[in-house]
């Protein structure tokens, strides 16, 4: 048996053949085949590459979030979703799915979007054992998931999922706000944000703060933050004043989760994952809490929807 992993539908597409005993057989981006920067699509020429590293027959498709999930929640935003995107074959395309499953079984199975970040991290650690937490944008609901993660007798990983936040309060709806705000481009810019952070002072916190964080215990936030901030929100501002704030808000919130994460969870390694952990700044806090940490940057497709 092989498994085909597919990340796909919203942006940095990505494909990945394990086989039955877990090893990384193939693992790409979709945009080095088709050149398109942060292309949200799978390309033929992905998909052949990835089959010619393996000639089982037996093959299984997992799809790294449950679309009819998103769809409720995009629903809920008051989006307008295509009902396409409740189908794995319509997102994918299917003349991509039929060459993945030409002469296989290939049946498609869907996961929850963060217990893929979850996966992702704790099957590339070295422990035995975890606590894991996911933070980004959104996954289907879910914002933030603390999980205790551990093999059982027979080497299979086991997830419990401990605490989670749920859309719309966001870390990462938050940071790609104010990255919206700051002139550059949310879901791909929020790494200059975050260099921008050093060059700035504090003057804006205090009004950042009372205006959007409801409560950094709770990690919760007044407004729903997917549709960004008021272009005139704080009018005059210096941008560097505004990343500094940014940066340092965000930190505060994911103190909280991580040592909500001690707290909970029954281990001494942490495996971060999500897109708020590309947040390297803000990982140097982490040790605070744990001495042993894996970060896996591995990048599934996160944050708000286009």
């Known amino acids: 048996m092989n498994y085909i992993g597919i990340s796909s539908g919203f942006h940095d597409a990505a494909l990945s053949v394990i086989d039955d005993t877990g090893n990384i057989l193939f693992a ?30 037996d093959i299984e498709i997992h799809y790294y979030e449950r679309p009819w999930m998103k769809f409720l929640r995009q629903l809920r935003s008051g989006e307008n979703p295509k009902i396409g995107n409740l189908f794995v074959k319509e997102i994918i ?13 290939g049946k498609v199975h869907t996961h929850s979007h963060h217990l893929s970040h979850a996966a992702a991290g ?3 650690s070295p422990y035995d054992d975890a606590t894991v937490v996911v933070i980004d944008a959104i996954g289907e609901f879910d914002t933030i998931s603390i999980y205790n993660a551990w093999y059982d007798k027979n080497g299979v990983a086991k997830y419990k999922k401990l605490w989670g936040q749920r859309y719309p309060d966001s870390i990462g709806l938050f940071y790609s706000a104010m990255t919206q705000r700051v002139g ?29 964080v409801e409560s950094f215990k709770d990690i919760t936030f007044k407004d729903n933050l997917q ?48 897109g708020v952990a590309l947040n390297c700044l803000a990982n140097r806090l982490l040790g605070n809490f744990y001495d042993n940490i894996w970060i896996c940057l591995l990048y599934t497709s996160d944050a708000a929807d286009e």
């Open 28 to 57: 790409g981006h979709s945009e080095r085949y088709s050149k398109d920067k942060h292309t949200k699509h799978l390309c033929y020429d992905i998909v052949e590459d990835s089959l010619s590293y393996t000639s089982s027959q």
């Open 93 to 105: 395309g299917a003349g991509l799915i039929h060459k993945l499953q030409d002469g296989r079984s």
């Open 122 to 124: 704790f099957q590339t």
């Open 184 to 212: 550059l481009r949310p879901l791909d810019e929020e790494y200059i944000l975050m260099g921008m952070a050093a060059y700035g002072n504090t003057t804006a916190l205090s009004e950042m703060s009372n205006t959007l």
């Open 227 to 274: 549709i960004g901030v008021p272009d005139n929100f704080l009018e005059g501002a210096n941008e560097m004043n505004i990343a500094t704030s940014t940066q340092l808000i965000a930190e505060q919130l994911i103190t909280s989760v991580i040592s909500k994460a001690r707290m909970l969870g029954g281990s001494k390694n942490l495996v971060y994952s999500g």
